[in-house]
């Protein structure tokens, strides 16, 4: 296929500087990164992505002063191996984030199967020595690394975030969701740099009744202040600011507890745009904008429900039937958690609801803005005298190439986004190279939103080291389709909740690999139409598809997998600090065994 | 409950002038007014709305000038009675497009049962004579009137535009959807004013095959056209853009064919949009933007299949299994039509899908454009201490209501709005006051887009005589669920394609009005979770929706139903100027017989 132009803007002369790599010798100081990654906030949880309620001002505005990415995906669907794949830039099955003790799991089993035995915390697993991350790079072309907010990267000693490359860390190395306030088992850190300074539920209260928590405006502190010791430092630096408020349980501070049209969960939504809002401004009143990159997105799809109000059951995504079985069980009421808009179920698929995510890229001075001035028609090149020859396009590409000069009110790049890219577009930002000694999936971006390219790039949709799925340009061809087992479905488990397309979303594992499914996603967002197989369209789609995933196949050389042992024994009893607070637990007797991931 | 209000500039000027109806008499002219009414555009079809594909920048533009309604209904979630309710400000049940044949019917067959008989050119009724309509109101405040493009308030003579307040017509009665050049029935006509100029598929060509028509452009021309020559008469006029491209068999001139994301469909909203783009310059360019009222929105929700490319099934919904029906019967492809965004279902339904429109008010100076400055944070008025008496609003409203200052890149009014709101708008626009004699259910918007009010209203959601549900500020309550029978579901007739909640989606006539099914709109945009009957929360919205169903139909008096009686004799054999252009055909007898609306 064809790289092909998006309608956008003239170059701009740092692209230039930084894929010289100029700017970390002795050229002016790279640019700050922040990247602002969200838990389980899903594609249609943004006003500027058409959530009804639109309670976005702030992100609405960085859309439109910066670029929006409608075709920007998870390299998961779950949030871990999302991570590490942001962090090395490489997919989860090359940076060993994932399972294979069975075939495509996701590697995140539902509490109503393990009641006493669901936690990450048992995880024995984490990011290898052998990965090398964003801080690390960062730190040779001069940064300052912060990460606040949730790691997720292991939590055994070696696999510290300080010894990754972060110079600081406010936040935690599990997910905030369990156990909740329990007393018999480790409640989840807090950890300042190297040591724990309380954990949830005890120093770092979050109220399951009333969804009240204060961790959004805490982190946003650390944030703020980071930024702000960093300018004085005249320092470049990198903020990873991973919070995981539209996690499950969802939690805000009282200012924003029943402010919202959606119930808590966009109470949450708020404060986040809220501080969001805040970063910018700072940002723009240290005057240090224009030399600070700055991308909003989330880790995977919203989770079709967060939680129930008193939440146990907080990675489930539900139906009704779920709805009756929590009821009867705790009588919690069931919030519908975030959006995932047009797109098909959420989180734990690799349906688009599960993978598909909100992002936005703004870097004032840099990438231009949408154009806000009066109202411009769309001119045309072909309009005029209906002559397919005055357009500039190749034969055959979309019209969308021949838009240059039209003013768009949003800077919208179709390209097909990965969160991997961010690990690429940041280190050309800080002048440097990926590594060579390694594949990396990553994309640098920066031409992508100085210069309107758009690239020719696969995104695989994995399970496990199941290559569930794949789309190049409008084509995405499954070949596997699952959400969960009839077992868990029966349960209630449902990652589909209000949605079910025959021979789609199937409960047991289907294989297609010989002849995929395969959607058009710009006319059929929401998956339900695959193309007929006889169709011309269809074996167009598959020619330039197979010899991609071919390609990939053949080459691809798995990493150590990560999520496959599990141990009581290494769960957060007792992380380093806890005997000044007195908060230290004695661990149980080590019994390594292979971690059941049913989904 | 308590009226609230939102986020929004102070009060403006003219509102004052306005709803004082000094504009009417000596005073300035008062606004012209045009309204833009699309055919199964969906919600979601706009890049505002979240269309991944972002190929509205005109529209886009417009809502960011203007102000964008998320919350606004169509009368209907079906053409003909959203039309009437339009020009009539009231309600079908009251104008009497509706039909009394069965219950709970829309009022249009399916063409797999009646595959000679299907056509509204078949129906007798037509909007009566007591019927009031916009048009001849605003005569008396010395408007010209204009319809481009789809009339559907009856095709016989009595009912035709220019009887009932129109000055202008160019347009066609019915909609284009068939016969499908047909040799034996009329095709379509249409009229320039009184007389037919032609037919469709004859004069005015629709290729079914490539899409290619050139109707929009046509329309456009018009729309154009008669901007100029009132401007140049200085006469204030009522423009009625009510174009069908997006209707199936959906179409686009050449131009615009092959240039969209998203197929076909695409292609028509591009082209709309460049035309929506052109109609607003144009009122820019002639220095009249400030004096003319523009709003756009949809007759009901998008048809979630369009139609097969050699369409004959164009008003049908469908899933995979309608699609092996199809291809099966004419080795047609289907091409996926419109999006309702997160709602549920589609046309037909009175599920949010089905009537929830994009809309978009526009009038420079008048309503205040989002603000497009600097980025600017929240202001919470309890974010500081936390206090809720800080907050200006009654306790209890959202925090909605307390964000007066906060600058949104969009203005956005969460007012209920209703199609029939633009009936109530255009009279106030006028100095004219609505009918005293007669119920009308329009309200007037102005106040709303000028000074931010939001007033409680309830939208009624009917099928035939039957009132399914009502929607009061957050909630909705369905009084009766019913997507479509079995026997048609079962031949592939599908309003909900990918959809189905068990429960809410039902294929028999399910009645809830002793205990309806409720569901918050806010946090449940697409009807997934109803509340529990048990719950604090089902009880208190259901006592607040009860008193105005209850005076709702108690003080109903239905209009006469003219969706009844069917007469192949009625059809368009010879309309007036058929004989100028050889067009007459013989009708056959006249035999009224009992219309068959079987869903």
Not at 197 to 215: M, S
Not at 275 to 301: A, Y
Not at 328 to 349: E, R, W, Y
Not at 401 to 430: E, N, P, R, Y
Request: charged share 15%.
């Amino acid at each position: 296929m064809a790289v092909y132009a998006t309608a956008t803007r003239s170059p701009q002369l740092l692209l230039v500087l930084s894929t010289l790599g100029l700017l970390a010798i002795g050229a002016p100081q790279p640019p700050n990164i922040v990247l602002l990654l969200m838990d389980d906030m899903g594609w249609g949880d943004l006003g500027v992505y058409g959530e009804p309620s639109r309670e976005t001002p702030n992100l609405d505005r960085m859309a439109i002063e910066g670029m929006l990415f409608p075709n920007f995906y998870s390299a998961n669907p779950l949030c871990s191996p999302s991570r590490a794949a942001l962090l090395t830039g490489r997919l989860p099955i090359r940076n060993g984030f994932y399972t294979s003790n069975a075939h495509a799991r996701n590697g995140m089993p539902p509490l109503t199967r393990h009641p006493a035995a669901y936690t990450p915390q048992e995880i024995m697993g984490g990011i290898p020595n052998s990965e090398l991350l964003l801080p690390e790079l960062l730190k040779k072309a001069g940064y300052t690394n912060k990460i606040v907010g949730k790691w997720h990267l292991g939590h055994r000693p070696q696999f510290h975030p300080l010894k990754h490359g972060f110079d600081e860390w406010f936040g935690s190395p599990n997910c905030h969701f369990g156990p909740y306030d329990n007393k018999v088992k480790p409640n989840i850190p807090v950890y300042r740099d190297w040591e724990m300074v309380g954990r949830f539920y005890e120093e770092f209260p979050i109220n399951l009744k009333t969804g009240e928590a204060n961790l959004t405006q805490i982190y946003l502190q650390e944030a703020l202040d980071f930024i702000r010791t960093q300018h004085a430092r005249q320092s470049p630096f990198f903020l990873y600011w991973a919070i995981d408020a539209t996690h499950a349980p969802v939690y805000a501070s009282r200012p924003f507890l029943g402010t919202s049209h959606r119930g808590r969960y966009g109470d949450a939504v708020r404060e986040i745009d809220d501080s969001v809002g805040k970063i910018l401004s700072l940002l723009q009143n240290l005057g240090i904008s224009k030399n600070t990159f700055v991308f909003f997105t989330s880790d995977n799809g919203a989770a079709l429900i967060s939680a129930p109000k008193e939440g146990k059951f907080c990675f489930l995504s539900s139906g009704p039937s779920m709805q009756k079985v929590l009821q009867s069980m705790h009588s919690a009421v069931i919030d519908p958690g975030g959006s995932n808009g047009p797109f098909l179920c959420g989180k734990q698929t690799t349906f688009e609801g599960g993978m598909r995510e909100p992002a936005i890229a703004w870097w004032p001075g840099h990438i231009a803005a949408g154009q806000v001035g009066g109202l411009a028609p769309v001119r045309m090149s072909r309009s005029r005298a209906g002559s397919v020859e005055e357009c500039p396009c190749q034969s055959g590409t979309l019209l969308h190439g021949c838009l240059k000069g039209v003013l768009h009110l949003f800077q919208v790049s179709h390209q097909l986004g990965s969160i991997m890219d961010l690990f690429t577009t940041s280190l050309s930002l800080a002048g440097l190279n990926p590594p060579s000694d390694r594949v990396i999936d990553g994309l640098n971006l920066l031409p992508t939103m100085l210069q309107g390219h758009v690239m020719d790039r696969p995104i695989f949709y994995y399970r496990g080291n199941t290559l569930m799925a794949v789309t190049l340009g409008q084509y995405k061809a499954h070949f596997w389709t699952w959400t969960n087992s009839w077992e868990e479905f029966r349960q209630g488990i449902d990652f589909c909740p209000g949605q079910n397309i025959s021979g789609v979303t199937t409960h047991t594992q289907e294989e297609h690999t010989e002849l995929p499914l395969i959607f058009h996603l710009g006319r059929d967002p929401g998956e339900r139409f695959p193309l007929s197989f006889a169709s011309d369209e269809y074996q167009d789609a598959l020619s330039r598809i197979t010899p991609v995933v071919q390609q990939h196949q053949m080459s691809l050389v798995p990493g150590q997998p990560q999520l496959n042992v599990c141990n009581q024994a290494v769960m957060n009893w007792a992380p380093p600090g806890c005997e000044k607070l007195g908060k230290c637990l004695t661990p149980p007797e080590s019994v390594p065994e292979k971690c059941s991931w049913p989904h």
